[in-house]
């Protein structure tokens, strides 16, 4: 059974950066895509960032300039550099994995991200 364990969320003053890491059960080559989504009350989840097995990356319009997504192969670790965070990046990300061959999506349990302004 895939796990995927989120960490490095907090309460941070807007202008400021968190790091989010997404630590894989198994070796995250085995995942087509991994990403991380965030979904703030009352909003639906969304795509920010993904990253795919061969190192291609996707950054959502509204975080560009400001978030990097990178992959750590030897801790099977996936990150997601926030930089000049604003209000509105305020909401619970999330980690996510699809499986190469089955097409599994899987999610991790969430972190939440808050923002001050």
């Known amino acids: 059974q895939v796990q995927l364990v989120e960490s490095g969320g907090g309460l941070v003053q807007a202008g400021g950066s968190l790091r989010l890491s997404c630590a894989a059960s198994g070796s995250i080559f085995t995942f087509s895509a991994m990403g991380w989504y965030r979904q703030a009350p009352g909003k639906q989840r969304e795509l920010v960032a993904s990253?795919?097995?061969?190192?291609?990356?996707n950054l959502a319009d509204s975080v560009k300039g400001r978030f990097t997504i990178s992959r750590e192969n030897a801790k099977n670790t996936v990150y997601l550099q926030m930089n000049n965070l604003k209000p509105e990046d305020t909401a619970v990300y999330y980690c996510?994995?699809?499986?190469?061959?089955?097409?599994?999506?899987?999610w991790g349990q969430g972190t939440q991200v808050t923002v001050s302004s």
């Open positions: 996510n994995a699809e499986k190469i061959f089955t097409k599994n999506i899987y």
């Open positions: 990253i795919t097995r061969t190192g291609s990356t």
